[in-house]
T-cell receptor, first 111, second 113 residues
């Protein structure tokens, strides 16, 4: 089966750093993806990891440990516009390329 | 705009009618995916297509739902005899090859009266 877990909601302060964790149990693995989704809008691609380690992309970084079935998204220098849902998704690969998504983490940024 | 284009943005149907949702992938992308998002729920994979072929339809309901991606024109998700439970946001995504990041369209919000 496929199971992806992430916290339902998190709160952080403008200018600070926040880490959003994601654990997964899937039948196959061909990459882990992070998306941002504002209410009523399309998911926007942020980052992805195929190999273990840290991928940095401006204010956003994503980490993967395949042996632990674990990833996190790190957001630095938080801005009010970062208030959104953050979606963790896994590609199972092997010809089944549809992403399995977690329910998303609703991030609230406070002044 | 070279992004994934979906239309219509909003679609209202009465129970028993048919709904047709269209998706044009990004230029250069030949892989198309359809997802459904219910209120307060995560995105659920429905179907994965390449030109003229359904690659994986493991997330599609067995009845009333179908999808195609013809040689010419957009991908179509078709829902026959709609019911209230079909009300949701339907997102299309595309990628250049398998395993690459998928880029999403703005979605079609389907409302069933």
């Amino acid at each position: 089966g496929q199971n992806i877990d992430q916290p339902t909601e998190m709160t952080a302060t403008e200018g600070a750093i926040v880490q959003i964790n994601c654990t997964y149990q899937t039948s196959g693995f061909n990459g882990l993806f992070w998306y941002q989704q504002h209410a009523g809008e399309a998911p926007t691609f942020l980052s992805y990891n195929v190999l273990d380690g840290l991928e940095e992309k401006g204010r956003f970084s994503s980490f993967l440990s395949r042996s632990k079935g674990y990833s996190y998204l790190l957001l630095k220098e938080l801005q009010m516009k970062d208030s959104a849902s953050y979606l963790c998704a896994v590609s199972p690969g092997g010809g089944a390329d549809g992403l399995t998504f977690g329910k998303g983490t609703h991030l609230i940024i406070q002044p | 705009n070279a992004g994934v284009m979906q239309n219509p943005r909003h679609l209202v149907r009465r129970r028993g009618q048919e709904a047709r949702l269209r998706c044009s992938p990004m230029k250069g992308h030949s892989h198309v995916y359809w997802y459904r998002q219910l209120p307060e729920e995560g995105l659920k994979f429905m179907v994965y297509l390449q030109k003229e072929n359904i690659i994986d339809e493991s997330g599609m309901p067995k009845e009333r739902f179908s999808a195609e991606f013809p040689k010419e024109g957009p991908s179509i998700l078709r829902i026959q005899q709609v019911v209230r439970g079909d009300s949701a946001a339907y997102f299309c995504a595309s990628s250049p090859t398998e395993g690459q990041p998928q880029h999403f369209g703005d979605g079609t919000r389907l409302s069933i009266l």
